[in-house]
Each structure stands twice: as structure tokens, then as C-alpha cells.
């Protein structure tokens, strides 16, 4: 007795990757950036640990409590400085938007002269002073100012920190690739042990 054997099923054929879907999986490096902006109640806090710890110890040796009004003062500012803190979102703009923006800002004669001096081969493919706060406003998603003039009155009443770690963010996503790493085996052992599988 012959028994017939069913034909193998017929795998779905993909359709064929068109650039309209590779464009459609397009997304640009983001990035928060939590700014504290009272940073004289951000700089007083690290001294007033200090003289708290200080105060403890002077409590201890002389029955005293100086240590409350210290740690009552140190909440207050870690209050203020909370209170300040912003989160700043800023998305890398396209490479012709990157190329175009640093075209706009050229370094300066000057600035040219001063890498010339310290040796350097290359001059500055920008200046810092303009092209730092167009891309950091060209790449910001939220908040948005109101206009230019809004962004650039901001920008002025930065702290050389403040400006440092924004600046530094939006150079920073501009040139991060999409580079993977392994699959994360944590992440797979814990999905495995509540019995989900993992692909």
C-alpha cells in the first residue's frame, strides 16, 4: 500500500526591500538632557554637605545642634535646585542640514590665526562661538522657543557648564551611529525564566 505524501508547503516569498521602506525605518539619534538651571543652588549644596558633616561632628563633641539649621538650609537648596532642573530634547538633523548650518558659520580669520599658532594643520572647520548655538537650536525638539531672538537670549544667560553639557549632546548625536551589540542575554535569561520565549 502506497500512501501519497503532501507536497511541501510553499514558503511566503517576501516581498523584495524597496527604498520607500528602508526611508520609512529612518530615525534620527535623540537625546535628553536634564539641565539644572539655578546652578548657584546646585553649587552650594556639595559645600553645605560638607559643613553639615562638620556640623555633626561639633554636635557630638559639644552637645550642641547646629546640625539642624544646616540640614534645613541644605533641603531648601536641593528644593531650589530640583525645582530648576529642565529636560531638554534634542534630535540630530539630517547630514546636507549639518553640512549647510556649518557652511553658515565659518571660522573667523582669528580663529584661524590661533590654530595656525598652536601648531595645528587644519584650520577649524567652524566657529564655536556661532555654529554651537545654531545646531544646538536647529537640533531642539523641546522646549521650543518662540523664536530665534527667544533661543539666543537663552543661550547668552548660560553658564559656560550649562552651555558645555547641551553643546556637547547635540555634537555628540550628530555623529552617533546606529551600530548594534549583541542581543542582551540578561534580557532573554529573565524573558526565559517568566516563560516567554525570545526570539
Known amino acids: 500500500m502506497t500512501t501519497s505524501r503532501k507536497p511541501p508547503a510553499r514558503r511566503a516569498v517576501k516581498p523584495a526591500l524597496t527604498f520607500a521602506d528602508v526611508r520609512a525605518k529612518i530615525q534620527r539619534p535623540r537625546r535628553a538632557v536634564e539641565l539644572v538651571m539655578n546652578a548657584e543652588a546646585a553649587a552650594e549644596i556639595g559645600a553645605f554637605e560638607e559643613l553639615l558633616d562638620r556640623a555633626q561632628r561639633h554636635d557630638e563633641a559639644n552637645g550642641t545642634e547646629t546640625a539642624r539649621d544646616v540640614a534645613k538650609r541644605l533641603q531648601e537648596l536641593e528644593s531650589q535646585a530640583e525645582d530648576s532642573r529642565v529636560r531638554f530634547t534634542l534630535e540630530a538633523i539630517t547630514h546636507r542640514a549639518y553640512q549647510?548650518?556649518?557652511?553658515?558659520?565659518?571660522?573667523?580669520?582669528?580663529?584661524?590665526?590661533?590654530?595656525?599658532?598652536?601648531?595645528?594643520?587644519?584650520?577649524?572647520?567652524?566657529?564655536?562661538?556661532?555654529?554651537?548655538?545654531?545646531?544646538?537650536?536647529?537640533?531642539?525638539?523641546?522646549?521650543?522657543?518662540?523664536?530665534?531672538?527667544?533661543?539666543?537670549?537663552?543661550?547668552?544667560?548660560?553658564?559656560?557648564?550649562?552651555?558645555?553639557?547641551?553643546?556637547?549632546?547635540?555634537?555628540?548625536?550628530?555623529?552617533q551611529t546606529g551600530e548594534l551589540g549583541p542581543p542582551s542575554q540578561a534580557a532573554a535569561d529573565i524573558l526565559r525564566s517568566f516563560g516567554m520565549a525570545t526570539g
Open 100 to 175: 549647510q548650518l556649518r557652511a553658515e558659520h565659518p571660522p573667523t580669520k582669528e580663529q584661524i590665526e590661533a590654530a595656525a599658532k598652536r601648531g595645528g594643520e587644519d584650520e577649524p572647520a567652524f566657529d564655536p562661538d556661532t555654529f554651537a548655538p545654531a545646531l544646538v537650536e536647529a537640533q531642539l525638539i523641546e522646549p521650543k522657543p518662540a523664536d530665534s531672538e527667544e533661543f539666543a537670549a537663552f543661550w547668552d544667560a548660560l553658564s559656560d557648564g550649562q552651555l558645555g553639557q547641551l553643546w556637547g549632546a547635540a555634537i555628540q548625536i550628530q555623529f
